[in-house]
């Protein structure tokens, strides 16, 4: 029988799961308060950060337990962070919220992550159960939002808490379900997917056999009418990579995968710039082109650049980005998303390579639909990082995740919870060339540290 003391720990730890659960599906909440309270959203989904940070002291102040593996890089991170933020605030003159803001984005699940092992008190089992369970009504939406091309769902909020992105693409609905973005309903169902593909294998019972068959290849299909390339390479190497955790002994090998996966990313992005992909389709690129300017004010609106005298504007950096011809036609195989990237990532880099202080210490822009950045994002996390923080920041920032997957790979004891999530978080460096969803891939790494084996 449980103690008080572990009946609370027990209800925290659920609790935190919920909240988790909440942030990985950002749209749930929000479309729950719309409907209950007639299209407002009561609180945002940051209020359950809040109640992660609380939930993470209390839980340290009873079992007092940390990942002593992370504390050197994660010391130092912090560290470099806080410096930054006397840079940012006091010598660059920034306003503190936005400073606060970006942090948020960026690095608020770091900040937890070497104490969330206190609130571990969850079977596996239970978790993965929750997330079985919870596919039947993301996929009905997700599927139904595709064959009647419909969003069947309200897009956003009468109070501007809740906005749904990039759900129209070509005339057709990129599914997202619950979760208001298609890629991380395509990583949702990645997740999925390999829980079902593995109970397929190991199922004695026929009915069940074929239960698990059918959910993995709807998983597919998921994946696929999302129309995120990005989703398609987090399934690919995902998948790849549980394969390899199954089969493979050779544990040296595995602690390199992220490696192999930055290899095939940069591979990728060159080839696709060198070949001249990104000049496809003009018509697109000046469309996007003029709405950046738009969205950004940049007639007669001028960059400070914080590490000289002079000005520079967005209008005169996206100049530089040559546009050829070709109009692109289906969804998956259409070129403006990957347009729109090197433009951004081009403002980007002559921004960091403004200065030296630039390069080293950044200049603390990040992507922000809210605040100051208006509708301009990266989406890339490399330049991202290096824009945000400098490359001081980006060789600590990448130092910390290495060992977070270092430490992953020692906690693999052929656990399936365990598999799916570490060969998921090994497509981190492969998917951040072309998105910058850091957030979710350490969202989901605290479901594997929220989660044990020996708990009932």
Known sequence: MLSSKDNFQKFISWLSFACLFLLFVPGLWPQISMFLFGGKVVFPNVFFKFILILIVFVSFLIRKKL?????????????????????????????????????????????LFPFFISVRYINEKNIIMIFLITSVPIYVLALLQHFLNSNIIPVRSIDGYYDALVWS??????????FGVSLLLAIFSTLVSLLCFKF??????SIKKILFLVMFLISIFVVYITYSRTGYLIFIGSFISFILFEKSNNYKFLNYLPVFYFLIGLVLVLSLYFLNYHKLNEQQSILYKQKMEENLGV???????????????????????????????????????????VISWKIAIDLIFNSWKSFLFGQGIYYSRHINMAEYACDNLYIDILLHTGIIGLILFFAFLWQTYKYLIKLYDNSLFRSVIISFFSTLPLSNFTSNIIFVYLNIVLFLFLSDNNME
């Open 200 to 205: 397929y294998l190991t199922q004695k019972d």
């Open 299 to 341: 007639t007669g609106m001028k960059f400070k650049k914080y590490y000289s005298s002079s000005t520079i504007s967005y209008a005169e950096l996206i100049d530089k980005t040559p546009i050829s011809l070709q109009k692109g036609s289906a969804p998956v195989l259409a070129s403006d998303s990957f347009v729109m990237r």
């Open 67 to 111: 990942i002593q593996e992370l504390i050197p890089t994660y010391i130092l991170l912090l560290i470099y962070l806080f410096g930054e933020f006397l840079y940012f605030s006091f010598y660059l003159k920034y306003d503190f919220n936005f400073i606060l803001f970006g942090y948020n984005i960026y690095y608020f699940f770091i900040f």
């Open 169 to 178: 693409f070509y005339g057709k609905i990129r599914a997202y379900s619950f």
